[in-house]
């Protein structure tokens, strides 16, 4: 091990590119495009480095034309989950072990190969496998990927500097031990970027991984996993397990696991802790629960606000990516003396969205991911069609060649109408329009009517409005937003995670999130120690 202390890149955020008509960008973006269209690929397990085709397969399609096939994903068997479990416990000593500055080299390398020769290649994948518009891979896939990778480096060299004080003859200090066991990593399909960090933070502080990727976004995950092995990822460290949620539970049982980093639904992420907490007994250590989960993300309106940024806010928080954001903008509260002027520039900023393929760039939005979702999102506009207790102002839904829903807008009677409190996860906006009067009032309603506590925006000019709606709203959600939309946190910016029924609120995109997968020892040395066993108090003369 070399003898010094190493510093690293400091880091700063990926620039978005603008893929503007022209552009070389653009070109050659198209191509990549046209390029993954053409082919079917075939998906394997890695399992400690090796490639595993399995009898029983998914097929990934393109979720805006899905008779379209990308792929063909091998699913786990039986035998490929202790495979998976012996590769990351046979890998984890000598990886732990690695001088931590060549870890931090795979990571720092895989960026740069997402920033330089396979941006096209991650983004591609990304708008064709999960329905992305350039611009929602570009911000996801490229930039949020890379700036993961980067600054958790740049992180870790921060923790790893921490150290305690020291007294006269003493000591002290901290060794920085990877978690004992191996980490399950469950990632969801809506942001190529969480796939690629739910595995590569525990690993980057020396623990072995399992990474169970959604059906839904193996692709792009499949071509991140290709990447970090081409930069230098030794076998065993990550270990790519597509598989049947269900069945993953035989990794969740081992003995040894010691951590799980997942994002994705409440329900799945309550059923791993009850799963784990029934087991508990069993495992070597206490194991790591860290979860981002759900939200029922709101936008609130004061009097005070200016129309056409909080309009602005609603689509785009609303429905950019379909809404299948977990920060996106699911209600919104609208003062009486607003929501005409609100309405109107509302439905006329939603009429002109363009909703479709996402080769095609003049869209706004593509599909939503699947089947599943769509008939969930369907069923929540139809139940509200046939209520007396809200009004579709506008929206729609149409399946037969893609999964396409249309941006919708609900208005609520009450703050607790189905859609008002209930995840939807799909570019459906519930309103309920308060009287100005009932602001304290319809504060608590938003406080207290959803379970979750993921985001929320405010949007107001009376300074003493803000400082009030925002002590109001001090535990509706783990990232707040003044006069902005309540999506986009970019990594290093506005550390990310909510409370309550959206998780753990450990912090992703920040030092908190990597502190859950160290296990410190504390180590004092006492350089000239004692010999006598009394105490000077003890003399009485």
Avoid at 77 to 84: D, V
Avoid at 120 to 144: F, H, P, R, W
Avoid at 226 to 240: D, K, R
Avoid at 278 to 295: F, K
Wanted: aromatic share 10%.
């Amino acid at each position: 091990m070399e003898n010094a202390y190493f510093t690293v890149p400091a880091p700063v955020n990926e620039p978005v590119l603008s893929y503007l008509p022209g552009s070389s960008e653009r070109k050659g973006l198209k191509e990549e495009l046209a390029r993954q269209s053409a082919q079917i690929l075939n998906i394997p397990l890695i399992i400690g480095g090796k490639e595993y085709y399995t009898e029983k397969t998914n097929t990934v399609v393109m979720p805006h034309d899905h008779g379209h096939v990308l792929a063909k994903c091998a699913v786990a068997e039986e035998q490929h989950f202790k495979l998976a479990v012996d590769a990351a416990l046979e890998a984890r000593n000598t990886w732990e072990s690695l001088s931590w500055e060549h870890r931090a080299g795979i990571f720092l390398k895989a960026a740069e190969l997402i920033s330089g020769p396979y941006r096209y290649k991650m983004n591609a994948a990304t708008m064709l496998g999960q329905s992305k518009t350039v611009y929602q891979a570009e911000i996801d896939s490229a930039c949020e990927l890379i700036d993961f990778l980067r600054f958790n480096v740049y992180y870790a060299a921060q923790i790893f500097s921490q150290q305690p004080n020291n007294t006269k003859g003493v000591w002290n200090r901290l060794i920085y031990r990877a978690l004992e066991g191996f980490v399950a990593a469950v990632t969801p399909f809506n942001f190529t970027a969480i796939g690629g960090n739910l595995g590569t933070a525990p690993a980057l502080l020396g623990n072995t991984v399992i990474w169970k990727p959604a059906t839904t976004a193996v692709l792009s995950n499949y071509y991140f996993m290709q990447i970090l092995m081409e930069a230098g990822l030794p076998a065993g460290v990550i270990n790519f397990l597509p598989c049947r949620g269900k069945d993953f539970s035989r990794v969740l049982n081992h003995p040894k696991l010691a951590g799980i980093h997942f994002t994705g639904s409440t329900e799945v992420f309550q059923t791993m802790w009850q799963q784990v907490g029934s087991n508990i007994a069993n495992y070597t250590s206490y194991p790591r629960l860290v979860g981002e989960t759900g939200g029922k993300d709101f936008i609130f309106a004061h009097p005070s606000a200016d129309v056409d940024p909080l309009v602005a806010g609603m689509v785009r928080g609303a429905f950019e990516y379909q809404g299948q954001k977990c920060s996106a903008a699911s209600r919104a509260f609208i003062p009486e003396s607003l929501w005409p002027q609100v309405q109107e520039k509302l439905m006329k900023e939603i009429s002109g969205l363009n909703v479709g393929d996402v080769r095609d760039f003049s869209n706004f939005m593509g599909a939503v991911i699947d089947k599943s979702s769509f008939d969930n999102i369907a069923g929540f506009i139809r139940r509200a069609r046939d209520s007396a207790e809200a009004e579709v102002l506008c929206g729609g839904c149409d399946d037969t060649k893609g999964y396409f829903v249309q941006p919708t807008v609900i208005l609520a009677q009450t703050p607790y109408t189905e859609t008002m409190i209930k995840e939807i996860f799909g570019p459906v906006l519930s309103v309920y329009v308060y009287p100005d009067q009932e602001l304290e009032k319809t504060l608590q309603a938003c406080d207290e009517a959803s379970p979750y506590a993921l985001t929320g925006a405010i949007y107001a000019n009376d300074r003493l409005a803000i400082a009030a709606m925002a002590a109001a709203l001090r535990q509706a959600a783990g990232n707040l937003y003044i006069n902005d939309k309540p999506t986009g946190a970019v990594v290093g910016q506005q550390p990310f995670g909510g409370a309550r029924a959206s998780g753990t609120n450990d912090k992703a995109g920040s030092a908190l999130n990597l502190y859950r997968w160290l296990s410190v020892q504390t180590v004092k040395e006492t350089l000239a120690p004692a010999k006598d066993i009394g105490y000077p108090y003890m003399t009485e003369a």
